[in-house]
């Protein structure tokens, strides 16, 4: 019989008791807390069979019931935190050197001489002689060769040659001379760099020839397959040039190419743009003002001569190049010069006109007779047939020709901003249809305006900036100083509705005919983020100053633009004389004026109204865009008109949107600053 509040516990029991608490201390500390130290030694000391465990005191000794559970679920826990360590070490080591691949330094002897054998060329220096100007680094693959010459005693650059030894009567070699003056900019840079040239540029082209002669390796020559597509180009760019000469008659032939660039084929260059290769230029920003004489105090594009503007700036381009890829999942290159006939330009159907997504492969929808050239096989060398397989045939047993494993790809520069569903139709169309896992769900508005450092901003971000604007139709200022003041404009962008979209940079294709057919999307999008952008250039997506904003000449390039087309318009005059249209001429501080700006997506053409205040009245102003950028459909709300009068007007904001592409020039056109 036992006292009451005496314990009848045994020692043995005591002892199971006190084991489990302590491992479930410890278990508790190894899982909630990460500290693994308390109660574990680094090698498991002591206790037979138990690893990680301190041994038990003396007293404590023997079997216990679920001890080996729980010491085991300790262990799993260790070894899983060293895991997740040796990851996080590894991941953290991958990206500094990731890092540290993205920067290529500076324009050194080292420098080349390092960046040419990372792209896969091989280097060598020639023997300094006596009394020569520098000395001379050969950079070479097997179908290219680039000298590059440093002058004596130091880094900087002489002379360049650009050579393709193999192909002497080739497009590459007759246009190496351009193709040199592109990779002497690159590594002798601007003036106002003083020496210190970052590699980057120079790395670029180098490695888009390192590509083009790598890939050669694989039995095919991706330079002589890339010229054949550029004299297709250049064929069909012919045949638009000739037709349309003899069609406009007094035009200009600069208006005549800058008309089938943005409207017709595009114009295929090499070495253009600061870059190397074949070029499809489909789309100038501003094109109106190409090659027209402008005052040098209204068109100062950034110091640019008098009479010209930035090609590179301006152009939007397709750079054709090669790149690997299955010849089972995707149709491979072809070497031909027969990509098109000689017949002449056929007239589009209304049904290609209506889609230009519809049959962009099919001969009897194309503008132009396209032709398919021969598929290019690569022929093996044979191997002798197994002996030892009595069963089998002789002749299976021979390789076969097949296709290389190489495909042509325009890559879009800049890259142009799409409503998700538009590039799918894209792919599609190209017969390279876009996976799941590659759509990411950014949206329009996001990618159109981005953060400062590049990524797409927040869907939910606010989209207001302040932007001064410089217009033929706004009452300036000026102060003591005779600097001009121009008009402020607070610009708010509204998306409807919120819509996915996609950033489209490269398009694989198996036919150029398949580029052509989709050039005239690529302008109508092109054309909207372009228009877009310029009102919202800051990159902090909110209220900004003038000086973060665009700069007042880059506004000047527009309002002359509308001047110069409202002057030319048959049948009217500038336009300045409409009471309707006209800003009166005011004086003072000029103040911020609201202007809404409405993006819809919903049908096949994206549509852009304006709403803002005019002379104590609301005025809405909307428009969509077309393919090959053109301006239809426009809807204005300004005063009472009779049809006629607004038709005018309808078409005279027509022509303000399509000559300026600027949309803070169309509010001060209307009167609204």
Not at 107 to 129: F, H, I, K, P, Q
Not at 227 to 233: D, S, Y
Not at 327 to 353: C, F, G, H, M
Not at 629 to 645: F, M, N, T, W
């Amino acid at each position: 019989m036992s006292r009451s509040g005496t314990n009848t516990s045994s020692p043995d029991s005591n002892g199971k008791l006190a084991t489990f608490a302590g491992l479930n201390s410890m278990l508790m500390q190894a899982v909630e807390g990460g500290n693994f130290k308390t109660g574990l030694t680094p090698a498991g000391m002591g206790t037979p069979g138990v690893e990680g465990v301190s041994p038990l005191p003396s007293h404590l000794g023997g079997p216990v019931a679920g001890a080996d559970e729980a010491v085991t679920a300790v262990n799993g826990a260790l070894k899983q935190q060293f895991r997740d360590q040796e990851e996080e070490r590894k991941l953290r080591l991958e990206n500094i050197v990731r890092l540290l691949g993205q920067r290529w330094g500076y324009v050194s002897r080292e420098g080349v001489t390092r960046s040419a054998r990372r792209v896969g060329l091989e280097c060598l220096w020639e023997d300094e002689m006596p009394g020569a100007e520098g000395r001379t680094l050969s950079i070479a693959g097997n179908s290219v060769l680039v000298d590059v010459m440093f002058l004596k005693g130091g880094d900087e650059v002489g002379n360049i040659h650009l050579g393709f030894p193999e192909r002497e009567d080739s497009e590459w070699s007759k246009s190496a001379e351009a193709g040199a003056e592109v990779l002497k900019r690159d590594l002798k840079g601007k003036e106002e760099e003083w020496g210190y040239v970052e590699l980057e540029p120079f790395v670029s082209n180098l490695e888009r020839l390192a590509s083009l002669d790598r890939l050669g390796m694989r039995g095919v020559n991706c330079f002589d397959a890339v010229e054949g597509v550029g004299g297709a180009l250049r064929k069909v760019w012919e045949l638009e040039t000739t037709k349309r000469t003899e069609e406009k008659g007094v035009a200009t032939q600069e208006d005549i190419e800058l008309d089938i660039t943005c409207r017709g084929s595009g114009k295929p260059t090499m070495h253009s743009g600061g870059r190397l290769g074949l070029a499809l230029q489909y789309w100038v920003e501003r094109r109106h003002l190409a090659g027209r004489k402008r005052k040098a105090d209204e068109m100062d594009i950034d110091g640019a001569p008098e009479g010209t503007i930035k090609e590179e700036a301006t152009a939007w381009s397709a750079t054709i190049e090669c790149e690997p890829s299955s010849a089972d999942l995707y149709p491979s290159i072809r070497v031909s010069n027969n990509w098109v006939t000689e017949a002449a330009e056929k007239p589009p159907t209304q049904q290609q006109q209506q889609d230009l997504f519809t049959n962009s492969n099919d001969n009897a929808d194309s503008p132009y007779t396209w032709q398919d050239p021969p598929p290019t096989l690569i022929q093996p060398s044979p191997s002798a047939p197994d002996a030892m397989n009595i069963d089998s045939d002789m002749n299976t047993l021979l390789p076969q020709a097949k296709p290389p494993d190489v495909r042509f790809v325009a890559r879009l520069r800049p890259p142009v901003l799409v409503p998700l569903q538009t590039a799918l139709n894209i792919y599609e169309s190209v017969g390279a249809p876009l996976t799941q896992d590659s759509i990411q769900p950014t949206t329009f508005d996001s990618l159109l305006l981005p953060n400062v450092d590049g990524t797409p901003s927040p869907s939910n971000t606010e989209r207001v900036a302040e932007r001064d604007i410089y217009s033929p139709f706004t009452a300036e200022t000026g102060n003591d100083d005779g600097e001009r003041k121009g008009k402020k404009h607070k610009y708010t962008l509204f998306t409807e509705p919120l819509s996915y979209a996609r950033n489209i940079e490269d398009i694989p294709f198996s036919h150029p005919r398949q580029i052509v057919a989709l050039l005239p999307v690529l302008r109508q999008w092109a054309f909207v983020g372009s228009i877009l952008r310029r009102c919202f250039s800051s990159p902090t997506l909110s209220q900004t100053s003038p000086e973060d904003g665009q700069s007042p000449t880059t506004d000047d390039d527009a309002s002359d633009s509308t001047e110069e087309e409202e002057a030319s318009t048959p049948g009217s005059s500038s336009g300045l004389d409409n009471d309707d249209l006209i800003l009166p001429a005011s004086t003072g501080k000029p103040q911020a004026k609201p202007i809404d700006i409405s993006l819809s997506l919903s049908t096949l053409s994206p549509r852009i109204s304006l709403t803002f205040e005019r002379k104590g009245e609301l005025v809405d102003v909307g428009f969509c865009v077309g393919p090959n950028a053109e301006v239809a459909e426009v809807d204005v709300s300004l005063g009472a008109a009779d049809g006629k009068k607004m038709e005018e007007r309808k078409e005279k904001v027509r022509r303000v949107v399509e000559m300026g592409e600027d949309l803070g020039v169309l509010v001060e056109w209307m009167g609204g600053g």
